[in-house]
């Protein structure tokens, strides 16, 4: 690789067995030029490829030979050149700045899910395993790593500027998993309990930040060595920090790519929310080390094995390292509730999908094989009980190390640990779309509580109607409010309609389905019973997951048109007395959907007050400043509330906001990392154009990158068009890495009604340049989304669907689909409910006579 020049040039030996006599050998290959190749038998005279014919759109390329390749082993050697490119994936370029602003570039690799072709002439397949030797040749000032440990680094003969160095073989492994990172990095060093020894690499002269992801890992990998029974089969584990990356973070075996802002933690400049998003992701990549890396999904169809298992797990081991983070409550917000939304719509698809094109597999990382995938793992967890979880991860590991498996393999482990009917209930959550919504009444039968209970699917535009109605399999929990933490009963509901009789239940007390939230669906409850939680939320004798998943229901069947919007909002005014962190930021997520819907209407302004009258008593018990003895969850919720209050134009919040922000700038008082993303979004709200002009100066001056993208997501709250423009062009500009121009995009379309209307235009006028620059990757797709999934009139939907007929973008063809969906439903919410919320918050003020 010569001095990172934008073309590596390679070499590329494989052990081959050839099984049929052919004069054709078919490769997976893009972007690519051989120069040359042969085969040579064992024993026997080598053979010279005569032909190379590219299928460019099938990124396949055949070798043709003069004679026949007999049946036996032999070499395949293929002598080529590629290029670095720059969009994120296969083998890259990654640019940088040394400690004195130099700029330079890093060559780092992102395989997953197919290019690793890219790199190399290979079968790029999850089920074709191979063992890799590498060797790379690399300027002697760098560093380079890869998937093992260095076993040897001489000098190179043909040019002295230039080292050699060799790594161990690795085990068997996929494609996709291969991993190396030529560039300048510091790194911290440590050995885990059980002998790894774990190094994380930082961009020069930031070692220190690498600290607190080394203690994670360190303390992650013993955790998973138990929880799964089986070591880490690796001598060692690299997690890197990369400038550019498209995704958060990728598991390759051994060395780990990070996103920096989901690695490296500053103790003086880093956020609590940003602490523990690395632990997560540790937690996330350090799982798929076992679960995806030793034992790997036969093909991407059942990538959400993979995703869905690493994105539970990473909460049971952040859990475990972390337990004042409260992490599982957060799951049920961050995870569980995000996964109903999207599966509500007719737009969505099962977990399991069948992949063909490359694209396809783009498509599906997105929060059904994530986040469904994870609720659905809890709830079978939960269903199975963690003894028998934990056996049949075992036999599962064990059996197939080495190997791949596929959704069913999992379950017959399972099955055989836990004697229960695994296979059978998973499969009418993995392999059909959708959830059911649970709708229960009740009646008292002298002493004893009938319950009557039936599921039909939940949809995002109201009730299913149609003939074939599916039905799922569902392990139902059920408490009383004599002991609102503990299941009395457990059923597994197999038909559309179940009666349940609940013995000795005076009148008084009140019962409540899937305690915990760890069921994947809605509840729709009879209003008398509904009714009868409502002190339970005030008093918080229910627990702060239940009062969560309660809102978030209401709030859910008030978008499908099952209740009028107006009952959540009397629900939700009895959260005043709420303490919790997660239940707040749900509510506080709702809201800005309402928020933002009601800025299609000319009351905007009312609901704002409504959310300042909700957050201020809990803003004035927080404060502005820590108190002693104060923690993680404290610190979120403080940020939560002031950004809340602040965004909304709270009168006193804005002014201490505006105080704080000046003493910021001036140096006279530094913002504590806790308070910037609120004080930022305040005064950048209710700001001019010097505000910007002084939040452009501190993007700039920020040598962290947590804290330029703290700037790049609240720069779009501005509220004048022309100041808009200018953060939409600052977007695109070389100050932004390519990764985070979707988020800055986003906070400008998020933020208000005509940084929708700009962003949307923004993206049509900059398409070629943005699909160029996230070709076929899932960063296209978030765009999109962020861009038009707020607006709620009817012809947007037509007009995002016929831009995307004529500027096709086929990794985000299902995310168009969604979108569109989305804004009709939006269209549809306003026509029913805004003149009845318009009433509602009108006379709220009215004082009472």
């Not at 290019?115 to 030797?133: G, H, L, M, Q």
């Amino acid at each position: 690789l010569h001095s990172l020049a934008f073309i590596f040039n390679s070499l590329f030996c494989f052990c081959l067995q050839v099984t049929q006599g052919t004069n054709q050998i078919v490769m997976n290959c893009a972007d690519i030029d051989i120069i040359t190749a042969s085969f040579a038998p064992d024993g026997g005279e080598e053979i010279n490829a005569t032909g190379f014919n590219y299928q460019n759109e099938d990124e396949k390329v055949t070798l043709s030979f003069p004679s026949a390749l007999q049946k036996g082993s032999g070499t395949l050697k293929i002598d080529f050149v590629g290029e670095l490119n720059d969009k994120m994936k296969g083998f890259y370029r990654s640019k940088y700045a040394t400690p004195s602003g130099e700029i330079r570039h890093a060559a780092v690799t992102q395989f997953e899910a197919t290019d690793a072709r890219r790199a190399f002439p290979c079968w790029d397949e999850p089920a074709i395993k191979a063992t890799f030797d590498i060797t790379l040749i690399i300027p002697k000032d760098r560093v380079a790593l890869s998937n093992m440990n260095v076993i040897d680094r001489k000098p190179y003969p043909e040019d002295d500027s230039l080292v050699e160095v060799k790594f161990a073989t690795t085990p068997i492994m996929s494609t996709y998993l291969v991993a190396f990172v030529i560039g300048e990095y510091d790194f911290v060093e440590s050995q885990s309990s059980d002998g790894v020894t774990v190094r994380v690499y930082t961009p020069l002269g930031k070692a220190e930040q690498g600290k607190f992801a080394l203690e994670v890992a360190t303390k992650t990998l013993p955790f998973y060595k138990d929880y799964f029974n089986v070591p880490y089969p690796l001598p060692k584990i690299d997690l890197i920090a990369i400038a550019d990356f498209a995704a958060g973070a990728m598991e390759n075996w051994g060395l780990v790519t990070y996103r920096e802002t989901a690695l490296l933690i500053d103790p003086r400049n880093s956020c609590a929310s940003s602490r523990q998003w690395v632990a997560l992701v540790v937690g996330h990549e350090l799982a798929h080390q076992w679960f995806g890396n030793l034992v790997t999904m036969e093909w991407w169809t059942h990538l959400w094995l993979n995703e869905g298992f690493a994105s539970w797990i990473e909460y049971l081991c952040v859990d475990h390292c972390f337990p004042e983070y409260d992490i599982w409550t957060q799951f049920v917000s961050a995870d569980y509730t995000r996964a109903l939304d999207l599966d509500a719509l007719d737009n969505s698809h099962p977990i399991e999908v069948n992949v063909g094109h490359p694209s396809e597999v783009d498509e599906i990382f997105d929060a059904i094989s994530y986040s469904k995938g994870a609720s659905v793992i809890r709830m079978l967890h939960n269903y199975i009980g963690d003894e028998d979880f934990r056996k049949g991860m075992n036999t599962y590991l064990l059996k197939f190390q080495h190997k791949n498996a596929s959704t069913e393999d999992l379950w017959d482990c399972l099955e055989q640990a836990s004697g229960k009917p695994i296979a059978a209930v998973m499969s009418s959550w993995t392999k059909q779309m959708g959830f059911p919504i649970i709708v229960v009444d009740q009646e008292q039968q002298g002493d004893d509580r009938a319950l009557k209970i039936s599921q039909k699917k939940f949809c995002a535009s109201g009730p299913h109607s149609g003939e074939e109605c599916p039905t799922w399999m569902v392990p139902i929990s059920i408490c009383t409010s004599e002991d609102p933490s503990c299941s009395k009963m457990n059923v597994l509901m197999e038909h559309p309609e179940i009666n349940i009789t609940i013995p000795s239940l005076s009148p008084n007390k009140w019962v409540k389905l899937n305690p915990g939230t760890v069921g994947f669906y809605r509840i729709q409850y009879s209003s008398a019973m509904l009714d009868s939680f409502l002190p339970g939320i005030r008093d918080l004798t229910l627990l702060p997951v239940d009062r969560l998943g309660l809102q978030n229901d209401l709030f859910s069947l008030s978008r499908a048109g099952m209740i009028s919007t107006i009952e959540v909002l009397k629900v939700m005014e009895a959260f005043v007395n709420e303490p919790n962190y997660t239940v707040w930021s749900d509510l506080s997520c709702n809201l800005g959907v309402l928020s933002s819907l009601l800025s299609h209407t000319d009351f905007h302004d009312d609901i704002q007050e409504f959310i300042i009258d909700l957050f201020t008593p809990i803003g004035l018990k927080l404060g502005w400043d820590s108190k002693p003895g104060e923690g993680h969850l404290d610190a979120l919720l403080r940020g939560l509330v002031l950004g809340k209050l602040g965004k909304a134009g709270h009168k006193a919040t804005l002014e201490e906001a505006r105080r704080r922000f000046k003493e910021h700038v001036e140096g006279k008082q530094i913002l504590s990392a806790d308070l910037r993303s609120p004080v930022y979004l305040t005064v950048l709200k209710h700001g001019d154009s010097s505000v910007l002009d002084t939040m452009l100066k501190l993007h700039k001056q920020a040598d962290m990158q947590e804290e330029k993208n703290r700037i790049e997501r609240v720069l779009g709250a501005i509220s004048a068009p022309e100041l808009i423009q200018r953060v939409l062009n600052f977007a695109l500009s070389d100050e932004v890495r390519p990764q985070d121009t979707v988020s800055v995009i986003g906070g400008v379309a998020g933020s208000s009604k005509q940084g929708r209307k700009a962003a949307w235009k923004f993206v049509k006028d900059n398409w070629e340049e943005l699909h160029n620059r996230y070709q076929g990757g899932f960063l296209i797709s978030r765009l999109i989304k962020l861009t038009v999934d707020g607006f709620a009139i009817d012809k947007m939907a037509t007009e995002v669907k016929s831009f995307f007929e004529s500027h096709p973008a086929p990794a985000a063809e299902r995310t168009v689909q969604q979108c569109c969906e989305n804004i009709l439903l939006n269209a549809a919410w306003l026509k029913r409910d805004a003149d009845d919320i318009h009433q509602y918050l009108l006379q709220r003020k009215v004082p009472p006579v």
